[in-house]
């Protein structure tokens, strides 16, 4: 060995000698180093440590005890150790000090071992066991965090012999469990002859109990929360003496709030965890929503992880999504269908579901469609579907059935005594415990069942275990239903996709009519009228109409201009034509007559020198798309009826669905009049196109008429910037939109009563669909106003934008001049009607009287004239005079 440094040897040297003779230094501060010593070299050690926090005495303490017990023999076990080095010590500030150390401390397993550490040093005992009470209120149990553990074992030792078997003692049973039920102290000196003693461990340990003391630890309220017990002494005492049971008591009243903190901690530290796993599965949710069997094998590996069970389960309800359900739907009888229906989605409202034949619950299995397993350290689920026979005979499954019929948590703590209580005679497949909890998404309907198999060391799953796994099941619930939702509406798309297929080759002009088209000569703008506001419609016939829309492109260049083949052009007015319903008004003619004002705008009213030739198109466009696909009822219709379409669009709804009919016919195979057109030049007609389209929402010129009133008369001649020209054409598109009221008298009173016919259809289909009262322009039973109606049209919507348009362009003066004209006879027939005229015994409204020359039709009209001063007189008309006949 080498000799020690001497005093002038150096630090070098000392510390060489050190490293040299390990043993022996650590052999010295066992036995001969001083407690103020240790304590320097322990902060010396760990400066960090001993800086921040203050130094447990518990520790210093428990070394002390070691340093002054002699070697452990492998052979006998040491039953007495002396003090050396403690006597010393104040008792009542090490008492205080050890109250303060366990009160600091917030983990419960250091802190079980502290209070075993502490009592053993207050009472000189030789070892003991540390319980904490667990369980519901009828069923409590003492659960060992320290069993039979000697003085100085130490805190890895002591949990290291406690994760190898575990100890549950019920209250009442034995001397624990006896001092937690009666919340007495129990004080022994001779073991073996007391009958609630249990000698087996002693048998197995070798190990000779002679003295127990054994006392309640309770919190604030008086609870039990613990049972400590020590056994002998070390000192040869032949009792636990007065004393040793005042400062025990002492002491584990203080344990008691420290449990109970360290309690509340483990708690607090669990229910973090828990919301981290739950803001995880939050996440899965979204990132696995195009994989059912990836988001459910997560939440299942996450609930077996948190949960330490040995399988988990989710069995997933037949939901009428698949193909093979639906078509047996479709084929299945009306009452037949509608008794699956009420019947097959289980709620759950708070309460359990129960049936009022109870015995034939356990009876009923549910068409599980798909069952997800996960077994013990499984990275994968495996998948399956089963038959209703592996449902019928698999005990597992029936038990999932039972959950999802009643629609209760199940907590099964024996799985074999509650399937002969339910008179089942199915295998437990090596279950022993089971959690089910049925699973149901936003509706409260139960679409699945989740189901844990075997809690770690065959114990039943806790109350705290419900709580975890019922947020479990409602993640799963949101991320199975989302994940369906998903896939609904992935199939949807799918099919919509078809659908629009069929529709695009249904809706597409035939190349028989295409080429017969483009064939045929195309008269000048001159025979239809194509350049005056007088345009009539009236004799043209349906292929006549087409023609005058070829024209129109053709006197405006586009189809050489932006290279648009021709052919394509004829088979796009044919297409557009054809996706125009037969209603009574907004129909293909009424198109047709916007497109030709905009057209006279452009040409008559020298529009065009305020547009480039891209907006030209568009606006073209624009108009003969504006109201494709119109339904004969206006928006408030579809969001009175709660319409799909209103469902898409919340605003502007059929304005939005005619551009999307138009986009979906360019995008038609041979039906694209753009397709020459640069990106850019694409987008830019596209959007001159869409706002157009929308700006025929008379909601939408309300909003934007007082701006550009407001330009105009601050004397603005400068439409080129790009919101400026959207709003000049937004107003162009509401005056050809409403130019009706702006054609020759006869022609506007005959488009005026197919207007009026329209909206008397909707009012008719508000009154029996809705039992609703239409508005007075759409009340078939106050058509006698319609003239009245029309003079307020005009005077609010009409003339304001075409006197401001005519002012500002002097070219479209006469579409204000008709309107005035047309202003003037409404007015004298609503004169007319004041004075008591109406028409009887006609469904629609008819031609005025004054239009009527043929005698026999007149005779076929009875005419009842109510004078405002004589009401109940009755008169004819002579279809020869003008004058009342008496």
Known sequence: MTPPPTAVDELESAGSWLEENQDLLETWLREHASAELLQRVQQAVTPNVSSTRRTSITSDLF?????????????????????????????????????????????????????????????????????????????????????????????????????????????????????????????????????????????????????ILCMPICNYEGDVIGVAQIINKTDDSEEFSAHDVDVFERYLTFCGIGIQNAQLFEISVLEYRRNQILLNLARSIFEEQNNLECLVTKIMKEAQDLLKCDRCAVYLLDLNCCEASHLERILERPDRLLAIEDGSANKINGNAITDSNQNSETDTFCAFQTVFELRAAGAQSLVSRPSSFDLKTSTLAQIASYTAFTGRILNIPDVDAWLKENKNNGDAESAKTILCMPIVNGKKDIIGVAQLINKANGVPFTECDISLFEAFAIFC?????????????????????????????????????????????????????????????????????????VRMFLECNLVQQFHIPYEVLCRWILSVKKNYRPVKYHNWRHALNVAQTMFAMFKTGKMERFMSDLEILGMLVACLCHDLDHRGTNNAFQTKTESPLAILYSTSTMEHHHFDQCVMILNTESNNIFQALSPDDYRTVMGVVEAAILSTDLAMYFKKRNKFLELVENGEFDWQSKDKKELLCGMMMTACDVSAIAKPWDVQHRVAKLVADEFFDQGDMEKLQLKEQPVAMMDRERKDELPRMQVGFIDVICLPLYRVLSETFPWMKPLYTQTVENRQHWQDLAEKVEMGLTWIDHDTIDKPVEAITDPEEMDKIQLTVQSLKNARQSIFFSPKTDHKQE
């Open 63 to 211: 070394q002390l005890w070691l340093a002054a017990s002699p070697a452990k023999s492998d052979h006998q076990p040491q039953h007495v150790r002396p003090r050396r080095n403690l006597d010393s010590l104040d008792d009542s500030e090490i008492f205080m000090e050890l109250i303060r150390d366990v009160a600091n401390e917030l983990d419960i397993d250091v802190l079980c071992h502290k209070i075993f550490v502490n009592v053993c040093l207050l009472t000189n005992a030789d070892r003991g066991s540390l319980f904490l009470a667990k369980g519901p209120t009828n069923d409590r149990y003492l659960d060992a965090k320290l069993f039979d553990v000697r003085h100085d074992t130490t805190y890895e030792e002591a949990i290291n012999q406690l994760r190898s078997e575990e100890y549950r003692i019920p209250f009442g049973v034995g001397i624990a469990g006896t001092v937690a039920q009666t919340k007495t102290l129990i004080n022994i000196k001779d073991a073996y002859n007391d009958p609630r003693f249990n000698s087996e461990i002693d048998f197995k340990t070798g190990y000779r109990t002679k003295l």
């Open 477 to 549: 619930g949101l991320g199975i239903h989302n994940t369906q939702m998903y896939e609904s509406a992935c199939k949807l798309m799918a099919k919509q996709k078809v659908a629009l297929e069929c529709l695009s080759y249904h809706a597409t002009a035939s190349n028989e009519t295409t080429e017969k088209l483009a064939q045929e000569e195309i008269p000048s703008a001159e025979v239809y009228n194509l350049h005056n506001f007088t345009f009539i419609d009236f004799e043209l016939s349906d292929d006549e109409t087409c023609k005058a829309c």
